[in-house]
């Protein structure tokens, strides 16, 4: 079932009220539209826009250039730990903290196995490199 067409304009109000964090709802109004119509017009679009209920829906996730050290990705978790004790937060807020503790703690963790992994793959090259210097030096010597 199709609604009526986007035009340019609407498109670009879109992504104007997406860049500014309105929600999901709030988009919907400003442009009289049912949320699910925004919802499906975002991910044609690769927006990310906030739903219902203060979550976050992403079709599309940018993936760095580099990745973030084990410093910063502690210092996310402890801007989070610090955001958290704020007095007063309201529940989705406290959700989302949680969501970035979580996210921080995995990334922290993986990022630890990646670095080891790392270390192993520069040994395993080096090592390599040395037994291919014994077997050349092997096939020189003559045998006894």
């Known amino acids: 079932m199709k ?5 340019v304009e609407e498109e670009k109000q879109l992504k104007a009220l997406v860049d500014a964090k309105a929600s999901i709802d709030v988009i919907a109004a400003k442009l009289g539209r049912r949320p699910d119509a925004v919802m499906i017009k975002c991910k044609r679009l690769k927006l990310e826009v906030v739903v219902a209920k203060g979550y976050t ?3 599309s996730i940018a993936m760095p250039k580099e990745l973030p050290s084990v410093e ?3 210092k996310m978790l ?3 730990l610090k955001a958290a004790c704020k007095p007063g937060l309201d529940k989705v807020e406290v959700q ?3 969501v970035v503790a979580t996210l921080a703690r995995t990334y922290k963790d993986i990022l630890a196995d990646y670095m080891d ?3 192993l793959e520069v040994r395993l ?3 390599e490199g040395k037994y291919a210097a014994v077997v050349k030096n092997a096939s020189k010597t003559p045998a006894a």
Do not use: F, H, S
């Not at 609604?3 to 035009?7: E, H, V």
């Open 3 to 7: 609604g009526k067409p986007w035009t």
């Open 96 to 98: 989302r903290l949680q």
């Open 117 to 119: 992994y790392r270390g």
């Open 78 to 80: 402890a801007g989070a």
């Open 72 to 74: 910063e990705t502690l």
């Open 125 to 127: 090259i080096e090592l």
């Open 57 to 59: 829906t992403t079709t």
